[in-house]
Every structure is written in C-alpha cells, then in structure tokens.
Antibody
Framework: EVQLVESGEGLVQPGSSMKLSCVAS????????MNWIRQAPKKGLEWIAL????????YYADSVKGRFTISRDNSKNTLYLEMNSLRSEDTAMYYC???????WGQGVMVTVSS | DVVMTQTPPSLSVAIGQSVSISCKSS???????????LHWLLQSPGQSPKLLIY???NLGSGVPDRFSGTGSQKDFTLKISRVEAEDLGVYYC?????????FGSGTKLEIK
C-alpha cells in the first residue's frame, strides 16, 4: 500500500524558517518525481514545487521561488521542503504528492502568525 | 503561466443524475512527447485530493467507470454518470505540461 506521511507542522512567526518532511512507502520512491502542493484555508490547491526522481531538476512556483527549497533523500525515501522567510500568506495545509498526483499525503498545517 | 478555467464553480445534482465539468486552458496542453498532461482530482470533505483521471481520459486506480474524461488541446471535460452520494466534494483539473503546474479553481459538487 502506498503511503505518504508528512511531518513538521506548526505555528511560526513571520520571517522564520521551517522544514517539512514526507516519508514514502509502498512504491519505489527513487523512480518518481515528487511534488509539494499547498491549500490556504478555504481556498483551492496551489502547486509549489517539484523535484525529479534523481534530484537533477527542481521547479518552483513564483510565489515561493528563492524562499523555499525542495529536496529528497532516496536512501531514506524522504522528501523535504525547507521554507525560509515565511510570510502570513504561506499559511496553508501542505501536501506532498507523488507525480503525477496519483498519491497524496494527509497534509500538515503550517501557520505563520505573530 | 497557464490559466485553467473551470466551470461551473458549483453544481447541485440529484443521486442518479449525470453531470459534466469543463476545464479550459489558456495554452495547448500537448507536450513535446505528444501526450497531454491534464488530470482530474476529487477532494472529498476533510480529505486529501484523490486522482480520478490522468492524461485526459485514463481512469485512476480504483476509480469507478462512472467517471470519464474527454478533450484535447485546450478544452477538457469530466463527466460523472449516475452520481452517487460519495461523489460530493470539490473537483479540480490540473495541468502538468507546462511549468509552473497550475490547478483550476475547483467545482464544488453538492448532492440535492
């Protein structure tokens, strides 16, 4: 059974940093691209980053480019999202999803507020 | 960026009826490999999204064949035949042909 389990949720102040993790199981993690997608409260889905299966390419939404970094450790079946210079508008549920969106984690809530 | 325009924003249907949701893109979604990376997702209340249809018309794993997808280039449709109570939620189209990947704004399906 495919599982994606995110962790790292919490409340942080504007300008601070946070790192999310997503542990994968039930499929060969190192063979697939992975995404981070977020959903602000009561809003729609927003894709924010993708990393190729071998980390050779990474893509970002303009809203997070230069502040967020996607990475992965295939030896640990783990996907990461390092978030810096957090803003109130980054408050959202963050999901990891296997490409092409066929499996999703349960999501973790990130709240940026003073 | 590719803009994905989904209509209608909401629907209210009776059990057993059929319904269609439209998704139009601002650019062709045909990739250089000839494939079209347009997918449909359902987010049931309080749940993570689930893949229904991938590459326009292919059923996701475990998805009932009451769901079907059609379309090409810039114009796509999701059809649900014989709506059931479990189909309620928000439906999203998403394109994965061009970066940044972009989602439609969603269509909320309610059951009468």
């Amino acid at each position: 059974e495919v599982q994606l389990v995110e962790s790292g949720e919490g409340l942080v102040q504007p300008g601070s940093s946070m790192k999310l993790s997503c542990v994968a199981s039930g499929f060969t993690f190192s063979n697939y691209g992975m995404n981070w997608i977020r959903q602000a409260p009561k809003k729609g889905l927003e894709w924010i980053a993708l990393i190729y299966y071998d980390s050779s390419s990474k893509y970002y939404a303009d809203s997070v480019k230069g502040r967020f970094t996607i990475s992965r450790d295939n030896s640990k079946n783990t996907l990461y999202l390092e978030m810096n210079s957090l803003r109130s508008e980054d408050t959202a549920m963050y999901y990891c999803a296997k490409f092409p969106f066929d499996y999703w984690g349960q999501g973790v809530m990130v709240t940026v507020s003073s | 960026d590719v803009v994905m325009t989904q209509t209608p924003p909401s629907l209210s249907v009776a059990i057993g009826q059929s319904v269609s949701i439209s998704c139009k893109s601002s650019q062709s979604l045909v990739y250089s490999d000839g494939k079209t990376y347009l997918h449909w997702l359902l987010q049931s209340p309080g749940q993570s999204p689930k893949l229904l249809i991938y590459q326009v018309s292919n059923l996701g794993s475990g998805v009932p064949d009451r769901f079907s997808g059609t379309g090409s280039q810039k114009d796509f449709t999701l059809k649900i035949s014989r709506v059931e109570a479990e189909d309620l939620g928000v439906y999203y189209c998403v394109q994965a042909t061009h970066f940044p990947l972009t989602f439609g704004s969603g269509t909320k399906l309610e059951i009468k």
